[in-house]
């Protein structure tokens, strides 16, 4: 039986993960910080009969606390989603998630548990693959202010402007983050 810590595990993807492993007959921790983004009430002692923790993942000494109880592998889904609403997100995404994760690395590595399933998105690759009927596989450009003014959300052709199918996007494709989160 391995021991899996869930950060974010009282979440959207969290709670089936720490389903599917309760499920798989494995013991696991849950570590949530309620976050005001994502709950509105207080979280539940449990996920799916696994403790939750209620601490962010920034807690260093709370963090490695957790850890230090034998935990074998960590699925880390602890994140602040979505695209924000202006620059004064920036410090609290920037915070969960990027000090959140080198925390927990740190973490990890001090109490020489070194197995992590990270999550990440589909943001990264920018607008996803798309496909113009009659050029095949393109890479939408960013959205014009002058679309963007007019209510046109959907990207199009860069080279005909014709209107784009969306497709699958391949774990290899060009990364081409463009919001902060
Ligand atoms: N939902 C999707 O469609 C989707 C798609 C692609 C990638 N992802 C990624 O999967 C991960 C989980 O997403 P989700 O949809 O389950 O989001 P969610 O908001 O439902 O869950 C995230 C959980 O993390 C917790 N959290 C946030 N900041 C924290 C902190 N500092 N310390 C501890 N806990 C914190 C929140 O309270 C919440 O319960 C994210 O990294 C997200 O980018 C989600
Ligand atoms: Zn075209």
New binding site residues.
């Given amino acids: 039986m391995t021991h899996v810590l869930v ?2 595990g ?5 709670t089936h993960v720490v389903t599917a492993l309760h499920d798989a007959g494995h013991r696991v921790t849950v ?5 005001p983004g ?2 509105r009430g207080p979280l539940p002692d449990t996920v799916a009969g696994a403790p939750l923790v209620r601490i ?3 807690d260093r000494p709370a963090l490695a606390a957790v850890l230090a109880d034998g935990v074998d592998a960590v699925v880390h ?5 979505g695209l924000g609403v202006d620059l004064d997100d920036l410090p609290e995404y920037v915070g ?1 998630n990027d000090l ?1 994760t080198a925390v927990l690395l740190a973490v990890m590595a001090r109490a020489g548990v070194h197995r992590l399933v990270l ?4 943001v990264v690759y920018g607008e996803g693959a798309y496909a113009c009927a009659g050029h095949g596989p393109v890479r939408p450009a960013p959205r014009t202010v002058a679309d963007l003014a007019a209510g046109r959300y959907e990207p199009t052709c860069p080279r005909c402007a014709a209107p784009l199918t969306p497709g699958l996007v391949d774990e290899d494709d060009p990364l081409d983050p463009r919001s902060v989160y």
């Fill in positions: 950060t974010g009282a979440g959207f993807i969290g570590v949530d910080s309620g976050h994502a709950h962010d993942v920034r889904q602890a994140a602040m989603v969960c959140g999550a990440s998105s589909m």
